[in-house]
C-alpha cells in the first residue's frame, strides 16, 4: 500500500471524483485547505497531524485521542479503521518500505 497517498483521517484522495474533476487538488497537496474547509479554514484533523508529525492519526501517539469522533464525525468506525491502517502501516514499515511525511 503506498502510505504516501493516505490523508490524516485515514482515507485516501486517489480516485476521489472532486479531485479528478479539478475541484479539490487533494487535503496532502492542500496541506489541508480544502473547499470542504473552506469556512473554516485548514482542516482540523490535517493540522493535529501535522502538529504531531504523523502522516495519519492511526500512528500518532495519542491515537484515539478525545477529539478523534468529533473531528472525523462522519465515520462511526473510524478507531477501527484506523487501527487496521495503523497495523498495515507498521507491518510494511517493518520490512524495509518506510513512507516518511
Not at 480516485?15 to 482542516?43: F, H, L, N, Q, T
Not at 462522519?74 to 477501527?80: A, C, Y
Amino acid at each position: 500500500m503506498d502510505f504516501s497517498t493516505i490523508t490524516a483521517c485515514g482515507e485516501s484522495c486517489t480516485g476521489c471524483k472532486k479531485r479528478s474533476d479539478g475541484i479539490c487538488k487533494g487535503c496532502i497537496e492542500a496541506d489541508g485547505y480544502v473547499p470542504e474547509w473552506a469556512d473554516s479554514g485548514r482542516c482540523k484533523i490535517h493540522a493535529c497531524t501535522r502538529n504531531h508529525n504523523v502522516q495519519f492519526c492511526g500512528i500518532c501517539d495519542n491515537f484515539p485521542c478525545q477529539h478523534l469522533t468529533d473531528y472525523i464525525h462522519w465515520n462511526p468506525n473510524i478507531v477501527e479503521h484506523l487501527t487496521i491502517l495503523a497495523s498495515q502501516y507498521h507491518k510494511q514499515n517493518l520490512k524495509g518500505e518506510k513512507n516518511v511525511y
